[in-house]
């Protein structure tokens, strides 16, 4: 490494942020970023370790543990603290497609895994990242390089999200002519409607999207397959079908007055946001306002996080979130030890601006609601919640179950629904006939991405079940590589 001791040497420093209380008046990127020589010392903090877990990419007890995509880290860190910027974005380009996501929107499973943090703090692995990928851009190192041959193969991807973005990107290095559709208005899927725009600006998106069209590859909007497409058209024009399609289908709330009005899944509520923001600057009304409303947002992952942010910038008059989880401890438990996923108290920006804004943390652990009370004109008015405790039976297998006396209303304007998702929408894989598994994701074999269908490939949520952009490239990645070598004979995709 270019600087040993690096990591004895400077303490691990990170970017600022804009207070809560002031990045809460937009919708922008709140994020500040250190001074190239101040990257350069946190990079020099990489420590040569001999065992980078940091870009393992392991499996540990069902929790990623290192980069799945087998990031080059140590390298592109030695590289940032020698100051060859270049040569960093060229190492960093060999295993990731979109840097310009991932070090944005990524929560960072590499860092967990950092043999630094083993005693100490971790390296600033995806601030790093950020500064590779946004120097390339501003340098002009990251330019449109379009295949010189094309192999007069066509192949058809269904979804713009990260997965069907990176299959695309791979294919289309490869030299194959690539179209990729995508049912809404803007390219990006998951990454233009799915994620809040203070956590992905979606300028940010489009431009790699146009690097990608000048590549070559095409683009068709509005487009949903399965209605407005026949399947069979596609399956009939094209060498190969990918279908990338997410886990979009969500997982409802099954309580006593879900059908009263005020009563949205948080999707629906993030989608109509940032499309009203970017169609008009939030101008045109169409959208599902928290102004002046008591929010519930049930579900504590990171899209009850999101809706949490999105409400308060709307100017909910409050904001309850509900976990059905414990809640985590301060630090690592002995059963849980590194390098694996640390489960320990995460506070998020969401939860930072509540904290600000109404002087407490929004959220209520090991709860749950049982039923929807609503008005004379069927509007959501109060949820009464209950409390939970766990039950483990003689078996082992835990359970939790509502505890006695513990019941209570709130009031209640609007709810959101953000309890995760199960898996693929039914109207797609019923138009390509597709096979799905137990847990209603794709069937494929296993270690393929080949649907019982001929020429029709899976990758992504649609395959893999809701998951991390990061775990959506390296589907991405993975079903080019089988779709290159079963059109080729072989494939020199990595």
């Not at 390298?75 to 060229?90: F, P, Q, S, T």
């Not at 919640?385 to 483990?392: A, N």
């Not at 078996?395 to 505890?403: E, H, I, K, L, Q």
């Not at 949520?461 to 072989?490: C, F, N, P």
């Amino acid at each position: 490494m270019g600087k040993a001791t690096g990591f004895l040497e400077f303490d691990r420093k990170s970017g600022g942020e804009m207070s809560p209380k002031e990045r809460i008046k937009h919708f922008q990127d709140f994020h500040e970023h250190l001074q190239k020589s101040e990257q350069q010392q946190q990079a020099a903090r990489c420590m040569d370790c001999g065992i980078p877990f940091c870009q393992s990419g392991m499996m540990l007890k069902g929790m990623a543990s290192g980069c799945p995509l087998n990031n080059l880290i140590p390298e592109w860190n030695d590289l940032i603290y020698l100051e060859k910027m270049d040569r960093a974005l060229d190492r960093l380009l060999k295993t990731n497609n979109f840097p310009e996501f991932t070090s944005r929107v990524c929560p960072a499973p590499c860092e967990a895994a950092c043999t630094c943090g083993l005693n100490d703090t971790s390296v600033t692995i995806k601030e790093n990242e950020w500064s590779i990928i946004e120097n390339g851009y501003f340098s002009g190192l990251i330019q449109p390089n379009p295949p010189k041959v094309r192999t007069g193969k066509k192949i058809a991807v269904i979804g713009s999200g990260p997965s069907g973005l990176a299959a695309a990107d791979q294919l289309n290095k490869r030299g194959h002519t690539v179209v990729v559709y995508e049912r809404n208005d803007r390219v990006g899927g998951l990454l233009m409607y799915g994620i809040p725009n203070m956590k992905l600006e979606k300028t940010v998106i489009d431009r790699k999207v146009n690097i990608m069209k000048a590549e070559g590859i095409e683009f068709i909007t509005n487009a949903d397959i399965g209605n407005t497409i026949k399947a069979e058209k596609l399956i009939k024009e094209y060498d190969s079908v990918i279908l990338a399609c997410g886990a979009s289908n969500p997982r409802d709330i099954k309580a006593p007055g879900r059908e009263g009005k005020g009563i949205y899944f948080a999707v629906d509520f993030l989608k109509a946001t940032t499309k009203s923001l970017l169609d008009s600057n939030l101008k045109d009304g169409k959208f599902i306002s928290a102004k002046g409303k008591n929010v519930l947002v049930i579900g504590g992952g990171d899209t009850g996080n999101d809706c949490v942010g999105t409400s308060i910038r709307h100017g909910a008059k409050s904001v309850v979130q509900l976990e059905m989880m414990p809640k985590p401890p301060m630090e690592r438990g002995d059963d849980n030890r590194w390098p694996e996923w640390p489960k320990v108290l995460k506070t998020d920006y969401g939860q930072q601006e509540a904290i600000a804004v109404f002087g407490g943390d929004p959220r209520l652990y090991e709860t749950t609601v049982t039923e929807f009370v609503l008005d004379k004109e069927g509007n959501v008015a109060k949820a009464k919640i209950v409390k939970l405790e766990k039950k483990v039976d003689k078996n082992g297998a835990v359970s939790f179950a509502p505890m006695h006396g513990s019941e209570k209303a709130i009031d209640v304007d609007l709810v959101l629904i953000a309890a995760g998702f199960l898996g693929t929408q039914s109207y797609v894989s019923q138009a390509f006939k597709v096979e799905l598994n137990e847990r209603t994701n794709v069937k494929t074999g296993e270690d393929s991405f080949r649907t019982n269908v001929p020429k029709v490939f899976v990758a992504g949520d649609m395959h893999r079940g809701q998951s991390l952009v990061v775990w959506a490239i390296k589907e991405g990645r993975s079903v080019a590589r089988e779709v290159d070598e079963t059109l080729m004979g072989y494939t020199n995709l990595v």
